[in-house]
């Protein structure tokens, strides 16, 4: 079983940044692969990034360029920097971990970018 505690999310004008956080209950060197999805009213759940247990990153093409996931192994913990971000990329962010073959999820946080 894997925890994951998301936070970070809030309200920016469009243009501006935010940082996201996960925080896993294991060691995230045991992790498979973790990464980011969203989910807007009315619309499916889409990745938005990911990143392996070797570091290899994967991005959403809508926000290539503007967001970038890391780690930080000491503190168990994924990032979602966001930066220009775009009305468009207003949705509920959810936190997923790839883990012995299962599949976890955080609570997810909100993420509203007013125009």
């Known amino acids: 079983q894997v925890q994951l505690v998301e936070s970070g999310g809030g309200l920016v004008q469009a243009g501006g940044s935010l940082r996201l956080s996960c925080a896993a209950s294991?060691?995230?060197?045991?992790?498979?692969?973790m990464g980011w999805y969203r989910q807007a009213p009315g619309k499916q759940r889409e990745q938005v990034a990911a990143?392996?247990?070797?570091?290899?990153?994967n991005y959403a093409d809508s926000v290539k360029g503007r967001f970038t996931i890391s780690t930080s192994i000491g503190k168990n913990t994924v990032y979602l920097q966001m930066n220009s971000l775009k009305p468009e990329d207003t949705a509920v962010y959810y936190c997923s971990a790839d883990y012995r073959g299962s599949s976890f999820w955080g609570q997810g946080t909100q993420v509203t970018v007013s125009s």
């Open positions: 990143i392996t247990a070797g570091g290899s990153t």
């Open positions: 294991v060691n995230i060197f045991t992790i498979t692969s």
